[in-house]
Nanobody, 124 residues
Framework: VQLQASGGGLVQAGASLSLSCAASGRTFRTNVMGWFRQAPGKEREFVASISSTGHIKNYADSVKGRFTISRDNAKNAVYLRMNSLQAEDTAVYYC??????????????????WGQGTQVTVSS
């Protein structure tokens, strides 16, 4: 699976931004997909995940109620809508795909493929 993330940028606090991740390669619709982020000097952290059907979504507590993950299997794409952005959301955002079945969705080790990342910068 090849993943290409896009949509990052520089925005002011309180603004919204949408990220997209285009997938190609293995059958996309069978993958659990996730978004992670990594701020300078910090470890990569879980943001959100979505099941293959889109029915099950998980969010980090820090983004719950502000971010929404979605997917379009017909377009082989997963999205992250980010509202009410805060300075603490500044990070490189990565999309990830899981191929091998695993019980969890919140760890870096739960995913097999990664995109190259897109920078999100929120100015306060």
């Amino acid at each position: 699976v090849q993943l290409q993330a896009s949509g990052g940028g520089l925005v002011q606090a309180g603004a919204s931004l949408s990220l997209s991740c285009a997938a190609s390669g293995r059958t996309f619709r069978t993958n659990v997909m996730g978004w992670f982020r990594q701020a300078p000097g910090k470890e990569r952290e879980f943001v959100a995940s979505i099941s293959s059907t889109g029915h099950i979504k998980n969010y980090a507590d820090s983004v719950k109620g502000r971010f929404t993950i979605s997917r379009d299997n017909a377009k082989n794409a997963v999205y992250l809508r980010m509202n009410s952005l805060q300075a603490e959301d500044t990070a490189v955002y990565y999309c990830a795909a899981r191929w091998k079945p695993r019980p969890g969705v919140r760890s870096v080790s739960d995913y097999d493929y990664w995109g190259q990342g897109t920078q999100v910068t929120v100015s306060s």
